[in-house]
């Protein structure tokens, strides 16, 4: 019997098939999904803030950023035995969910949706890890389950059609 893992938000878990991942709320933030379709061993990071960087404290919770919770979750996944030469990814969120958001806004909240996206392209990228599908921006969020076993990444979306990429 199978079991999906619930991942929270700031959040990372592995799995083996035929297991799955899966988490709630994606807005602005990003959920990464990698896996190794040689070992099916696959991981889902639940993202909320593009970078580590500015984080100066010693409490730096790794799953929170693209940068490090990229890195945590293709570290656990190796550890596992997935071979990171063979890993694919495939990510979904980073939505714009209110539409002031980003208007004259000392923060910028309405572009951390695109700043997350970027972000966790970026880190793909320097890991050398293909993104083979996404479902980012918009302004709505997303639910999804990640299936290591087939690659199926199931987005879900209230008012929306469930889609698989």
């Known amino acids: 019997m199978s079991e999906i893992i619930?991942?929270?938000m700031a959040d990372l878990k592995t799995c083996v098939s035929p297991d799955g991942v899966t988490t709630l709320g994606l807005g602005s933030c990003v959920g990464i999904a990698i896996r190794d379709p040689q070992t099916k061993i696959g991981g889902l990071a639940h993202i909320m803030l593009p970078d580590s960087t500015a984080m100066r404290n010693g409490q730096l919770n790794v799953a929170k950023f693209a940068d490090s919770g990229i890195e945590e979750l293709v570290r656990q996944m190796e550890r596992l035995g997935a071979v990171r030469r063979r890993m694919v990814a495939k990510i979904a969120g980073g939505a714009t969910m209110f539409p002031f958001q980003g208007q004259g806004s000392s923060m910028n909240v309405g572009q951390v949706g695109d700043r997350n996206v970027e972000a966790t392209k970026a880190k793909l990228k320097e890991l050398k890890i293909p993104i083979i599908a996404q479902d980012t921006g918009k302004n709505y969020g997303r639910t999804v389950i990640f299936y290591p076993e087939?690659?199926?990444y199931l987005i879900r979306a209230v008012?929306?059609?469930e889609s698989v990429i």
Do not use: I, Y
């Open 6 to 8: 619930k991942v929270g």
């Open 150 to 152: 087939t690659g199926d």
């Open 159 to 161: 008012g929306r059609a």
